[in-house]
């Protein structure tokens, strides 16, 4: 594991075009970044393209630094898995999204917040046990949480993920399998997990309304997920074409720029309360 960390820790150097002292000095303030307050969640709405009306939404965490301004999770989540500060890291996401989607439901605007969680958080015996006591601590109904997994973490320990996922089930959570079909998932090991939405990755609905291929590729995942029963989203949906040929194909919720960026909390409670569809 070790190794693993030290050539981890060069990959991140070179590709960040970082010094060994630029990454210390980020990794400290990433460390106390929660503490601090530097962290915030933004709100993209999930939209059904039967209704129009948003059926949910995924938590996506910024980190407004004091010098470097909001910086996106691509930049520090990779630094934050390799360092374990995903963990602490993950642990006040979930309740951040538990205490504000508590505070819609209690505004009589119950919306659905999916987080991601990492492979690091997904090993943890006690994940199951730490979403329970955050649903409790915030009087948060089960039904209002999702928690998105990629087909990487759950491939990792089959058994395993197999177990943990029966456990959040149990606590009425939903569960996604995020980034589908770039993973390595077969269709003998997706039936064993307990899942409930199955998210298209962003670079197959990329081409979907000019590729053939990728149109046929959208449409096998589409049925897949249809035999499999779960809840399709497609996401990174950008143009008016993609959105109809997803339509075409029987999706049945969307997320995207389209429809609306990641929102600070305040303008997607303004859009959430205004009722307004798409
Ligand atoms: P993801 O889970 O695949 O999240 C979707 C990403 O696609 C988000 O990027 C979102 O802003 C972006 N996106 C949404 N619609 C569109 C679109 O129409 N076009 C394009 N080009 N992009 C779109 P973001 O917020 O920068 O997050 C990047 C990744 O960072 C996420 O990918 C996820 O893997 C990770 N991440 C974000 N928040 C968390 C978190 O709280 N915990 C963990 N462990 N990872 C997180
Ligand atoms: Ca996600
Ligand atoms: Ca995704
Ligand atoms: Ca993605």
């Not at 006591?133 to 089959?158: K, Y």
């Not at 177990?163 to 077969?186: I, N, P, W």
């Not at 609905?205 to 096998?220: I, M, P």
């Amino acid at each position: 594991a070790k190794k693993e960390g030290r050539s981890g820790f060069q990959f991140y150097a070179e590709s960040m075009n970082e010094s060994a002292s630029e990454r210390l000095r980020m990794e400290h303030d990433l460390r106390l970044a929660p503490e601090r307050g530097e962290l915030i969640l933004y709100y993209q709405p999930q939209i059904s393209l039967t209704t129009g009306e948003i059926t949910g939404a995924e938590a996506l965490v910024r980190w407004r630094h004091p010098q470097h301004g909001l910086i996106p999770p691509d930049r520090f989540i990779p630094l934050a898995e390799e360092t374990g500060l995903i963990v602490s890291i993950g642990d006040w996401v979930l309740g951040e999204a538990c205490r504000q989607a508590a505070i819609w439901s209690d505004a009589k605007r119950p919306v659905r917040i999916a987080v991601n969680v990492s492979a690091r958080q997904f090993a943890q015996e006690t994940l199951t046990r730490r979403v329970q006591e955050t649903l409790a601590a915030h009087g948060l109904d089960a039904s209002l949480l999702g928690l998105e997994l990629t087909e990487g973490m759950l491939m990792h320990n089959r058994a395993q993920s197999v177990q943990t996922m029966h456990g959040m089930k149990a606590l009425g959570v939903e569960l996604s399998v995020d980034d589908f079909g770039m993973g390595y998932s077969s269709l003998a090991y997706l039936r064993d997990f307990p899942l409930d939405v199955l998210k298209i990755d962003r670079s197959f609905v990329l081409r979907v309304a000019e590729d053939r291929t990728d149109r046929a590729l959208v449409e096998t995942l589409i049925g897949l997920g249809r035999a499999l029963e779960l809840t399709v989203v497609a996401e990174g949906v950008e143009t008016e074409s993609q959105s109809q040929c997803l339509k075409d194909l029987g999706c049945e919720i969307v997320q995207g720029y389209l429809f609306s960026r990641p929102l600070p909390p305040d303008q997607f409670e303004a859009r959430l309360l205004s009722g307004e569809r798409v």
